[in-house]
C-alpha cells in the first residue's frame, strides 16, 4: 500500500490532470459525496480530452492536425473532474462495484479487484477512510518471481 493523492469531484480537471501527469499516476482517486473512492483511470481523462468525433470515428484520428493534437488538453480548462466521469451507469450500486479492499486484502484478493474492475487502483479503505491504495504497477512488481 502506498499513500496517493486524492480528489473530490469538484476538483478543477485540468489541475487534477496535471496532479495525474507529474506525478505519474495510472489515474485519479476521486472521492464521491460519502467520501468513498472511485478510480478514474488516466485513459478515461484522455478519453474526454478527446474531440466527440474523433471518439465516435476513430478514422478520423489519422486525419487530426498535430498541431491541434498539441492542444487537446485545453479542453479540460473550466471542468471538474466530475465532468470527466463516465455516465450515471460507471456510479457503482454496491462497495463490491467499486475497486476498494480492506487492509486486510491478500494479494489474490487485490488482483481480483483490479482484473474485474479493469482498475489499474485499487484503495485500501477501513471504515470509509482510504489508508492508500495499491496500484497495478506495485502488484505485479510484488508477484514477478525473483530473477
Known amino acids: 500500500m502506498e499513500d496517493f493523492p486524492l480528489v473530490s469531484k469538484q476538483t478543477d480537471a485540468l489541475e487534477a490532470t496535471r496532479l495525474l501527469v507529474d506525478r505519474g499516476l495510472p489515474g485519479l482517486v476521486v472521492l464521491d459525496s460519502a467520501g468513498l473512492p472511485l478510480v478514474l483511470p488516466g485513459s478515461q481523462v484522455l478519453r474526454f480530452a478527446l474531440p466527440e468525433y474523433v471518439e465516435d470515428d476513430p478514422m478520423l484520428a489519422g486525419v487530426f492536425p498535430e498541431e491541434e493534437a498539441d492542444r487537446l488538453c485545453e ?3 473550466g471542468r471538474t473532474v466530475a465532468q470527466l466521469m463516465p455516465g ?3 456510479l457503482p450500486h454496491h462497495d463490491r462495484d467499486r475497486p476498494i479492499v ?3 486484502a491478500t494479494a489474490m484478493q487485490v488482483a481480483s479487484v483490479m482484473s474485474r474492475q479493469h482498475s489499474p ?3 485500501v479503505v477501513q471504515d470509509h477512510s482510504v489508508l492508500g491504495v495499491i496500484t497495478v504497477h506495485r502488484l505485479l512488481g510484488a508477484l514477478l518471481p525473483h530473477r
Do not use: R
Open 75 to 77: 479542453s479540460l480548462s
Open 88 to 90: 450515471p451507469a460507471y
Open 102 to 104: 480492506g487492509p486486510d
Open 121 to 123: 487502483i485499487v484503495a
